[in-house]
């Protein structure tokens, strides 16, 4: 069964940092595209940060560029987001999401929810004092 499974989430004080991890299972991350998106409450979904199977290309929103930083350990099957300088403006919930690099015929699909259609159940951010 293909899986994507977020953690991580939690309440951090503004100008603080976590880490997200999207652990995959009954899938080889080297071959799938992975995203980050999230939602804030009243408020459509969106691409946040994007990293390329093929050759590890990354995207970021201009809302977090220079704040977040997307990574991933194919060893450990994972994909991570590291998240400094946190506003109360990042509070959502952050999804993690996957394609399949060979149904993409490009380096990279654009980071938007409807290029990606394997999802996680989501994680919660909180950034409040």
């Known amino acids: 069964q293909l899986k994507l499974v977020e953690s991580g989430g939690g309440l951090v004080e503004p100008g603080g940092s976590l880490r997200l991890s999207c652990e995959a299972s009954?899938?080889?991350?080297?071959?799938?595209?992975i995203g980050w998106f999230r939602q804030a409450p009243g408020k459509e979904r969106e691409g946040v940060s994007c990293i390329s199977s093929r050759d590890g290309s990354t995207y970021y929103s201009d809302a977090v560029k220079g704040r977040f930083t997307i990574s991933r350990d194919i060893v450990k099957n994972t994909v991570y987001l590291q998240m400094n300088s946190l506003k109360p403006e990042d509070t959502a919930v952050y999804y993690c999401?996957?394609?399949?690099?060979?149904?993409?015929?490009?380096?990279?699909?654009?980071?938007?929810?409807?290029?990606?259609?394997?999802w996680g159940q989501g994680t919660q951010v909180t950034v409040s004092s």
């Open positions: 009954g899938l080889i991350l080297g071959v799938w595209h």
């Open positions: 999401a996957g394609v399949g690099s060979w149904t993409v015929t490009t380096l990279q699909p654009k980071c938007v929810p409807p290029e990606y259609d394997l």
